[in-house]
């Protein structure tokens, strides 16, 4: 082992609290273990605790942690390239963008990379904008979460009283964009008020409505989560995405799927697939690079593109190693991962619900591929939101050996996104250590 890296991994935890002395973070909720190293779905703390983790490391890690095939690909193409400018071509670019068309949805055939999910927003917005310059307004939903890039934190529901009070991005908003935002279809908890049986997709006809009354101008795009997971892992009805596809067509706005979450997650490659409804340009991240940096866009044909004359321009955005790690991703899943994802996301799925017969807590169950969220509530007739009880189950669960991610504006949803190579076994695992967390935590609750 290299001299300095041994260093780095012997430092101990006195060390640790001098270091975090200089250390800012942004964003995140600190105070857990400390990890030091993983395998597949486990990962290990500097005290020896394993964990199996339900969080992906931010939903990225599709193949689990120090996957061998990504570790192989990687080394053997960093011995010949690693960073290279955007103004050069190579081979792995190539590559990349060529597959990404090739299994995008019909018409959508010409990609440009980026460093991440949020500039690869920011890039969605710029096509949009070229292609539609009478516009300047975009249209995004309650709830929904972009990224807080300067250029997306005005979409994103950290900008507002969503959660009950302001947070982070309010912070920035003189120098934000200011997105207008229409109800979003969250069936289970509807910000309307109103019944799915006879709502009538109330929500589609204000975004209408919004579109028509309350947008000066024409609009620019509608950006939204095919599939909201910050907002609560809250799965579309396919009409209102039909209804927001028929919307777009007839008015001539751009529609973005922000797919960073859904890609390959959602049990196909993308939404499109799910729902049979396609955009006119998808954002990627997160997953897309196997664990390593990258984003992209995919745009239709019938859209003008970037021109090379600094309209986009990243420094990193031609990083070869991230390209052959999403390469190697996409055979990876092509040849059972992804089946493996609908099978699996499938029986958790099956099985949580029989839970919920059990748990009243356990409000809504919600499931597409392994994204999938459990909405706690306290009672399930008022539907008042289980915060403390979200709290309680996920500090629960590292004492029992799993992680569980935090989603809703109540902070009440449990996520349970794992790596897509989970298996039966380790599936069987998460549903035991979440019944046992979810057991101690729903008995503290009644005490205090």
Known sequence: MDPLLQKVYDIQKEEMKECARHLMLGGGTRGGPVLKRGKGCWVEDIDGNRYIDCTS????????????????????????????????????RFALAKKLAGIAPEELNR?????????????????????????????????????????????????????????????????????????????????????????????????????????????????????????????????????????????????????IQTYARIGSFFADGYYGVAPDIIVLGKGLGAGFPIGAIIISDKLKGFDPDSEELHTFANNSVSQVASLKLIDLLEKGVLENCRKMGEYLGRELRKLQKEFPQMGDVRQAGLHIGVELVNDPVTREPGTRLMSEVRKAGFGNGIFFGVGGMAKNVLKIKPPLIITRDEADTVLERFRKSLVSSIERSVKK
Request: glycine fraction near 10%; proline fraction near 4%; hydrophobic fraction near 35%.
């Open 111 to 259: 990609v440009s990379f980026t460093v991440g999910g949020g500039p690869a927003i920011e890039a969605a917005m710029k096509i949009a904008l070229k292609n539609r310059e009478e516009a300047q307004e975009f249209i995004c939903l309650y709830d929904s979460y972009h990224g807080v890039t300067l250029g997306t934190m005005g979409a994103s529901w950290v900008s507002t009283m969503a959660s009950g009070k302001f947070i982070g991005g309010s912070r920035f908003t003189r120098l934000t964009r200011q997105f207008i935002r229409v109800p979003n279809p969250y069936c289970y908890r509807c910000p309307l008020d109103l019944d799915r049986k006879n709502c009538e997709m109330m929500c589609l006809t204000l975004l209408k409505k919004t579109v028509e009354k309350g947008v000066n101008g024409p609009t620019t795009a509608i950006i939204l989560e095919p599939l909201q997971a910050s907002g609560g892992q809250i799965i579309f009805p396919k009409e209102y995405l039909q209804g927001v596809r028929d919307l777009c067509d007839e008015l001539g706005i751009v529609l973005i799927y922000d797919e």
């Open 57 to 92: 490391q931010s939903w990225a890690l599709y193949l689990g942690y120090a996957n061998d095939d990504i570790n192989r690909i990687v080394y053997e193409h960093s011995q010949n390239l690693t960073h290279v400018h955007q103004g050069f071509d190579t081979l792995p």
